[in-house]
Nanobody
Framework: QVQLVESGGGLVQAGGSLRLSCAAS????????MAWFRQAPGKERDFVAA????????IYADPVKGRFTISRDNAKNMVYLQMNSLKPEDTAVYYC????????????????WGQGTQVTVSA
C-alpha cells in the first residue's frame, strides 16, 4: 500500500521560507505523479504543484508560481516543496498526494494522500 508522510510544517512570518517533505513508500513510483495540495479553513482542497517521478517535469498553480518549487529525490523516495516569499494567504494544511499517470501531469484524480501538515504564515 502506498504511504505518504508529510513533515516540515510550522509557523513562519510573511516573506519567510519553509520546506515541506513527503516520505513516499509502498511501491516504485516510476509511473506516478507526486503532488502537493493545500486546504485553508472553510475552503476546498486546492492543487499546488506536481512533479513526474520519472522525468522531473513540473506544473504549478498560478498563485505559487515563482515562489514555490517542487522537487523529488528518487534515491530517497522523497518529495519536497520549497516555499519562499510566503504570504498569509498561503496558510493551510498541506497534503502530499500521488496518482498513476501515463504521460502528462494532471491536477486532479489523486488517490493516495498523506495526513497533512499545518503551515501558518503570520502578517
Amino acid at each position: 500500500q502506498v504511504q505518504l508522510v508529510e513533515s516540515g510544517g510550522g509557523l513562519v512570518q510573511a516573506g519567510g521560507s519553509l520546506r515541506l517533505s513527503c516520505a513516499a513508500s509502498g511501491r516504485t513510483f516510476n509511473g506516478y505523479a507526486m503532488a502537493w495540495f493545500r486546504q485553508a479553513p472553510g475552503k476546498e482542497r486546492d492543487f499546488v504543484a506536481a512533479i513526474s517521478w520519472a522525468t522531473g517535469r513540473t506544473i504549478y498553480a498560478d498563485p505559487v508560481k515563482g515562489r514555490f518549487t517542487i522537487s523529488r529525490d528518487n534515491a530517497k523516495n522523497m518529495v519536497y516543496l520549497q516555499m519562499n516569499s510566503l504570504k498569509p494567504e498561503d496558510t493551510a494544511v498541506y497534503y502530499c498526494a500521488a496518482r498513476r499517470i501515463t504521460t502528462v501531469l494532471v491536477t486532479t484524480g489523486y488517490n493516495y494522500w498523506g495526513q497533512g501538515t499545518q503551515v501558518t504564515v503570520s502578517a
